[in-house]
């Protein structure tokens, strides 16, 4: 079974970025896609941004224009690019990866806390 690492959380100032890292065990094959989600206190679990194994990416409404998810498939990790932070960014920050045949693993989470 692979195993999703999360790194690259933290305490950021509002207006400042911060890059997550997922890292993958080993190589994933038959890869669906490759997300980032984000679970708030009290709210719902939500897909901030995804990549697909064609490149093709895909981000919430709420991060268009400030975060960027991309790839390096030769460290078989993805990468979640976030500028201009807002506290309403606060959260844990998950990465999951969803295979051809269905298979959803997920890391543990980050913690990212943007202070006003």
């Known amino acids: 079974q692979v195993q999703l690492v999360e790194s690259g959380g933290g305490l950021v100032q509002a207006g400042g970025s911060l890059r997550l890292s997922c890292a993958a065990s080993r190589s994933i094959f038959s890869i669906r896609s490759r997300n980032w989600y984000r679970q708030a206190p009290g709210k719902q679990r939500e897909l901030v941004a995804g990549i697909t194994s064609d490149g093709s990416t895909n981000d919430a409404n709420s991060v268009k224009g400030r975060f960027t998810i991309s790839r390096d498939n030769a460290k078989n990790t993805v990468y979640l690019q976030m500028n201009s932070l807002v506290p309403e960014d606060t959260a844990v920050y998950y990465c999951?990866?969803?295979?051809?045949?269905?298979?959803?693993?997920w890391g543990q989470g980050t913690q990212v806390t943007v202070s006003s």
């Open positions: 999951n990866t969803l295979t051809l045949g269905s298979l959803l693993t």
